[in-house]
């Protein structure tokens, strides 16, 4: 008595059926039956075989501003950039906040060694450059909005130029104030006046960064009106802080 044949797995069956064209194949046999020509590969099967995927995906240079793994990635939802940045300037906020009442603090103090500083012309100047570049980076906002994406481009430019011309004057009335005879050591307000404003400089240095990497380099994990967002929210914050040192400056030194 012959012993039972086993089933043939799914599987088996499709291993064989690749080789075979879907033709009759004896079980154990390495020939079609009829055919003395032996089992040779074949590129048509009788089932559908999926394509081999590569390992690790299409994967690139990742970043904000470029790479194929940017573009693949699922973006984050706005909400998560402009939340991070209101961390950030609470942050900056509260360290300039830490400046100024160490300079209420030392001012109150009494002592003869606080010496009133007038503030140089060009800082006027300065502050005006710098609220024209609120104007223009919310103007730049407003262009890309309505899809007018040449004019969003060149204000956007205009912003970063201003940025660099106020950083530009804040050297210069550093230079009056050095050629005054003020200088970092001389007193207590001089220290704190230079203090400020280096600090602030090195923010607007960083938004003059930021505008000009968009400037130069298409986002590519966010979209562009998330990221125009993030950093004109940044520059019009450095503005209003701007604003309110300069006008503590100006009230020290206009007693």
């Not at 699922?74 to 609470?90: H, K, N, Q, S």
């Not at 004057?169 to 007193?187: C, D, I, N, V």
């Not at 209003?240 to 030194?253: C, D, P």
Request: proline fraction near 5%.
């Amino acid at each position: 008595m012959r012993p039972a044949r086993k089933p043939i797995a799914f599987s088996q069956r499709l291993f064989f059926a690749s080789f075979s064209n879907g033709a009759p194949v004896r079980w154990g046999s390495t020939h079609l039956l009829g055919s003395s020509e032996p089992l040779r590969p074949s590129l048509r099967t009788s089932g559908t075989i999926a394509a081999p995927v590569k390992q690790g995906g299409d994967r690139g240079a990742s970043g904000f501003f470029g790479g194929p793994e940017g573009r693949n990635r699922r973006e984050a939802p706005p909400r998560v950039y402009i939340t991070g940045m209101f961390i950030a300037l609470g942050a900056i906020l509260m360290f300039f906040a830490a400046l100024v009442s160490a300079w209420v603090v030392r001012r109150g103090l009494g002592n003869t060694d606080w010496q009133p500083i007038v503030l140089p012309r060009v800082v006027w100047l300065n502050t005006l450059i710098l609220v024209a570049s609120s104007l223009t980076i919310a103007y730049s906002r407003h262009c890309l909005v309505v899809n007018r994406d040449p004019e969003h481009r060149h204000w956007w430019g205009v912003t970063a130029i201003l940025g660099m011309l106020f950083l530009t004057g804040q050297l210069l009335a550093w230079r009056q104030l050095l050629a005054a005879g003020l200088f970092l050591a001389s007193s207590p307000s001089s220290s704190f006046f230079y203090v400020l404003t280096a600090a602030h400089g090195l923010h607007i240095l960083g938004g003059v960064a930021a505008l000009l990497l968009l400037t130069l380099h298409t986002p590519c994990r966010v979209t562009r009106d998330t990221a125009t967002r993030v950093i004109a929210l940044y520059w019009h914050f450095l503005g209003a802080l701007w604003v309110s040192i300069f006008a503590l400056l100006w009230w020290e030194g206009s007693k």
